[in-house]
């Protein structure tokens, strides 16, 4: 999961494996959050939402899940491949308009293995 | 469709000297904000904007300046660069205010304060 500090997390997977990537966050009140890749030398690239009165998302062979009693959130990648080696943040904010001020964690290297 | 654009993509100044790092985007979107990337951190609201003529200060505003004459444009002003703000720069904008908080973001500007 995310942590606060000078080393990213890393999660190492093999090419064709499901990966989980975790974050927790802080504030109760956040009630839409969003998951960023980034991949090397580029720009966050949005992937994947989800509002409070949710639990799970669909994507593209992506999941998103929320867990508001614990204050958790959660990115499955399905049969990860090496173009998704990135760096992922979560991100929470309260929503509408709360996306002014977004609050990012700290990122997971997600490294795929051939 | 160029998205957001930033330049330069890399520069070095010297302690005291002054830059701007340029913005711009061509979707017509009403918000545009600064961020800031250390390592091992998240990304840093540094101002934002939520409309010509109208910003406002995110959570690390200090030492930088904004202003939003045009809707196209969020210019970001170093008065005096001091090396605490040796980073990499993101400018990010957004269309819809309230149902809508997905972020896109430009490629980044890698800035050296020595």
């Known amino acids: 999961g995310e942590s606060v500090g000078l080393h990213l997390p890393t999660l190492s997977v093999q090419e064709g494996d499901n990966s989980i990537i975790n974050c927790a966050y802080s504030?109760?009140?956040?009630?839409?959050f969003i998951w960023y890749k980034q991949e090397s030398g580029k720009g966050p690239q949005f992937i994947i939402d989800i509002r409070s009165n949710m639990d799970k998302r669909q994507g593209q062979r992506v999941t998103v899940l929320l867990n508001k009693t614990v204050k958790h959130l959660s990115l499955q990648i399905a049969a990860t491949q090496p173009g998704d080696s990135a760096v992922y943040f979560c991100?929470?904010?309260?929503?509408?308009?709360?996306?002014?001020?977004?609050?990012f964690g700290t990122g997971t290297q997600l490294k795929v293995e051939l | 469709n160029a998205g957001v654009t930033q330049t330069p993509k890399f520069q070095v100044l010297k302690t005291g000297q002054s830059m701007t790092l340029q913005c711009a985007q061509d979707?017509?979107?009403?918000?545009m904000s600064w961020y800031r990337q250390d390592p091992g951190m998240g990304l840093r609201l540094i101002h934002y904007s939520v409309g010509a003529g109208i910003t406002d200060q995110g959570e690390v505003p200090n030492g930088y300046n904004v202003s939003r004459s045009t809707t196209e444009d969020f210019p970001l002003r170093l008065l005096s660069a001091a090396p605490s703000q040796t980073s990499v720069y993101f400018c990010?904008?957004?269309?819809?205010?309230?149902?809508?908080?997905?972020?896109?973001f430009g490629s980044g500007t890698q800035l050296s304060v020595l």
């Open positions: 990010a904008s957004r269309g819809e205010r309230t149902f809508n908080e997905k972020l896109f």
């Open positions: 991100a929470e904010t309260q929503a509408p308009g709360g996306g002014n001020k977004l609050t």
């Open positions: 979707m017509n979107h009403e918000y």
């Open positions: 504030n109760s009140a956040s009630d839409y």
